[in-house]
């Protein structure tokens, strides 16, 4: 094995960001209505509009403009009522409390690396520093072909935990969905929870990660996903308001309708049997005749769900993750979830009308039928922008003004909320136009290249569709060497 040095802080912890506040919190996610409340007052004020001598000059006066001018308003009033629903639910949301050490099931964590380096170190580390009882907790760490020193940290770390990790090692990469399908073969016990290799997770992470798996109807849990407090940069201040919001406030209110779409690759847990029978689907998906080598977390979602199984959320089951720092790197990367969400929120449209599950699943329709319809607005809004802003130029200036506004309000109140930071807040008012002129190609481009697979940030699997019977036998083979 190749010689390295251990980092000089390998004893000291791993710097993290501020801890999520108490679950009493969210009770106060009702100032959400603030911006709920705004955005009415100016629908409203559209609609008056024609009759206020000042306001009827600056509408659209050819009939192109005053449809698009009405189909503006009708849709603002959609995306009005579901933002409200969502602050209900979310007002709602309590995480399942962390279980005691005779109640938690016995899990194998497994975490895939590719080209890490040194973080992998630091994620395994991490994990074995859990509150989580000694005899129930397995790791198995896969190294899928890296071409750095991964596999000589992977086994550092190893060699530190005296024997607790489990290394597996493959001389080329085959890409993650295939490096955690060997992880799932080797795991034991009632859980498995996948882990990134460039995350950390807290203490307590782990317990309250699998407890809500106490409800036998739950099959999959998402954990909350942070940025490590150590990356900075705008890119990484602006993404750490977004991910707050999105765990915070989307998934919590879709952990109320116990249908979270996608359970993060930074940190997942599964029912151990549920994964079992749903791999081979899972590894051998395709899209439009061709394998699958993207989007593994939400394909796993889908499956899983499909069973007619609950996926929740933990908001007090933290991970601490790198995120990209240059615009290049977060666009590649961001390309590669629009790619996958497109790819299966079509997988998820072919069971959600069904009866999938025996108690209701009205309001998960509801917000399946609301995403789907953002997702292709948010592919084709700029026809109808850049048309309000040629037929009504000051309107559709002052429109887009607004927009930003509200559009940075609810993700900075959220940050405020759930994270106490007023300063940090604000980055949500960058982020929001930021995100419009220099990321809004994305989505309707990944709508038109979904069928095409790349990692992009990862490194592409060159290995042709694997199954499970040959990832079985190829791990037999390495065992016996």
Request: charged share 20%.
């Amino acid at each position: 094995m190749k010689q390295i040095e251990l980092p000089r802080d390998v004893d000291a912890a791993p710097d993290r960001t501020t801890c999520a506040l108490p679950p009493s919190r969210y009770r106060r996610l009702s100032l959400l209505l603030v911006p709920a409340l705004a955005s009415a007052a100016i629908l409203v004020a559209t609609w008056v509009a024609p009759s206020i001598p000042a306001l009827r000059d600056l509408l659209p006066t050819s009939d192109v403009g005053a449809a698009l001018w009405l189909l503006g308003k009708l849709l603002a009033a959609a995306a009005l009522a579901m933002f409200s629903w969502r602050i209900v639910l979310a007002s709602r949301y309590r995480p399942a409390p962390g279980l005691a050490d005779e109640h938690l099931p016995a899990i194998t964590v497994v975490v895939p690396a590719y080209n890490e380096g040194a973080q992998v170190f630091h994620t395994l580390r991490s994990i074995l520093a859990s509150d989580y009882p000694a005899h129930k907790l397995n790791v198995v760490a896969v190294d899928d072909g890296s071409r750095d020193d991964t596999w000589a940290w992977i086994r550092a770390a190893s060699a530190a935990a005296h024997g607790r990790i489990a290394t597996i090692h493959y001389p080329r990469n085959r890409g993650k969905r295939y490096a955690l399908d060997c992880g799932f073969e080797a795991s034991t016990g009632d859980v498995v929870v996948t882990i990134d290799s460039d995350s950390e997770v807290a203490i307590d992470t782990l317990r309250n990660l699998v407890s809500p798996f106490a409800d036998r109807r739950v099959g999959a849990v998402a954990g909350n996903v942070r940025v490590l407090a150590r990356v900075g940069g705008a890119i990484a201040r602006m993404l750490d308001c977004a991910f707050t919001y999105s765990f915070d406030f989307i998934r919590a209110a879709q952990s109320e309708l116990d249908t979270v779409m996608c359970t993060p690759g930074a940190l997942s847990a599964y029912r151990r049997d549920l994964v079992m029978a749903v791999r081979e689907r899972w590894l051998g998906q395709t899209f439009l005749g061709v394998p699958a080598n993207i989007g593994e977390d939400r394909a796993m979602t889908n499956l899983i769900l499909r069973e007619g199984y609950f996926v929740k959320y933990q908001s007090n089951a933290r991970v601490f993750t790198d995120v990209p720092t240059t615009l290049p790197k977060l666009a590649r990367m961001l390309l590669r979830w629009a790619r996958s969400n497109v790819r299966e929120s079509w997988v998820m449209a072919t069971f959600i009308w069904r009866r999938f599950r025996p108690s209701s699943a009205l309001g998960a329709r509801l917000q399946f039928a609301f995403h789907g319809f953002t997702l292709l607005w948010a592919s084709v809004a700029w026809i109808p922008l850049v048309a309000a802003l040629v037929a009504a130029p000051a309107l559709g200036a002052a429109a887009l003004a607004a927009g930003f506004a509200l559009g940075g309000l609810a993700p900075a109140l959220v940050y405020v909320l759930i994270r106490n930071d007023r300063r940090r807040a604000l980055w949500a008012f960058v982020y929001a136009p930021y995100s419009v002129f220099a990321l809004g190609w994305i989505k309707p481009y990944a709508l038109a290249t979904a069928r095409r697979n790349g990692w992009l940030t990862r490194g592409a699997a060159t290995a042709p569709r694997a199954t499970v019977a040959s990832n079985a036998r190829e791990m037999g083979a390495l065992r016996a060497s």
